[in-house]
């Protein structure tokens, strides 16, 4: 069965310092890998992705993520946290066979970034 | 991207009785995603909308309970019939990018509180 695991629900760090939050996948094949932000009451808000390439991905807000393939991970990083990157973060990832164009989602991560 | 608009945003109801949610899509796309966020957790998709068919419906979600309308190539319906407390939840729109067709663009979400 496809799923995806983000092992901590919470994840702080002070302002300025870097930050990682984890995502590894269980899906057969080459599958497209994403990360979401949801700020309180609103909707999800894409912040990047990896179809194929280069492992390292650059996205919105100065996150980056890397892809590798042999951990099946897809962690997302940020050189440098900002106060304001507090919210909810979810991987996600699509099974590129059959197209069926679903969306599988990591139970999320609460991203605390204090002052 | 794309620009998804909801309706409602929020809206609490009365067990027994059922909510249409209304999305509307700023171009023509093929398909359209109906999501549930349950309060404290990831997102699980419902259902897949495409114009001139009927719904596909994920394991566990059944039509009856959740009726999708897709009447055009730009809007969708989904209605939550029949209400009970456990069906309050957030409840997201989604389309792909109409240009790469990989990422996936949210509506704001429907709050839905049932007493």
């Known amino acids: 069965a496809q799923s995806v695991a983000q092992p901590e629900d919470q994840v702080n760090v002070a302002e300025g310092n870097p930050l990682t939050v984890k995502c590894t996948y269980s899906?057969?094949?080459?599958?497209?890998l994403f990360w979401y932000v949801q700020y309180p009451n609103r909707g999800l808000q894409f912040l990047l992705k990896y179809i194929t390439g280069d492992n390292l991905v650059k996205g919105s807000y100065g996150f980056e993520a890397e892809f590798n393939k042999s951990q099946t991970s897809f962690h997302l990083k940020k050189p440098s946290a900002l106060v304001s990157d507090s919210a909810l973060y979810f991987c996600?990832?699509?099974?590129?066979?059959?197209?069926?164009?679903?969306?599988?989602f990591g139970q999320g991560t609460t991203l605390q970034v204090k002052p | 991207s794309a620009v998804i608009s909801q309706k409602p945003s929020r809206d609490i109801c009365q067990r027994g009785t059922s909510l249409t949610i209304q999305c509307q899509v700023d171009?023509?796309?093929?398909?359209m995603f109906w999501y549930r966020q349950q309060p404290g957790q990831s997102l699980t998709l419902i259902a897949t909308a495409n114009q001139g068919s009927e719904a596909t419906y994920e394991s566990g979600f059944v039509i009856d309970k959740f009726p999708i309308s897709r009447p055009n190539l730009t809007f969708s319906t989904l209605t939550v019939s029949n209400m009970s407390p456990e069906d309050s939840s957030i409840y997201l729109c989604s389309v792909f990018d109409r240009t790469t067709n990989t990422e996936a663009f949210f509506g704001q979400g429907t709050r839905l509180t049932v007493v």
């Open positions: 899906v057969s094949g080459n599958p497209y």
């Open positions: 171009s023509q796309v093929t398909m």
């Open positions: 996600a990832v699509r099974a590129p066979s059959g197209n069926t164009g679903k969306l599988i």
